[in-house]
């Protein structure tokens, strides 16, 4: 049977974890940070021309390429920053949280691009789960 445990533990102790744990930890926190804001830029930039709070821009749509390249950069140094303390991070609720409302803008990123109705409860419920996102990510670092 398939235990998460196990694997995080195997994670937690395995070379690229220790690689990363070392003084290259801030930077590969920093570049996180920065590929999420990479991420939540455009999108926010998009909810808010969908919900006509800002100007219309041709470059809404060339900038979500930016966030799609992004958004990998922030998934890859997400995992390598949780390789450190995989075990830890797996009893703190809010790495739950994170996932989950991660899961929602997904899905919900995904319904943007196919839904023709429902754009601005879309882009409104997008707001929400990006920053969502960004808080609870903010919350994975300091608690305990």
């Keep these: 049977m398939f235990e998460l445990t196990s694997v995080l533990a195997a994670l937690e102790t395995s070379t690229l974890a220790d690689w990363v744990g070392g003084p290259i930890y801030p930077m ?78 997904a899905a919900n990123a995904f319904l943007f691009y196919r839904l023709e109705k429902g754009q601005r409860i879309i882009a409104v419920v997008s707001v929400f789960a990006w920053c969502g996102v960004l808080l609870s990510g903010r919350w994975i670092a300091f608690s305990a």
């Design 28 to 105: 590969i926190s920093a570049l996180h940070i920065l590929a999420f804001a990479f991420v939540i830029v455009p999108v926010l930039m998009a909810d808010v021309r969908v919900l006509k709070i800002g100007a219309a821009d041709d470059q809404v749509s060339r900038m979500s390429r930016i966030a799609v390249f992004a958004f990998a950069g922030a998934a890859f140094t997400g995992f390598l920053l949780l390789s450190v303390q995989a075990t830890r991070y797996a009893e703190n609720p809010a790495i739950y949280w994170k996932f989950g409302l991660l899961a929602l803008a």
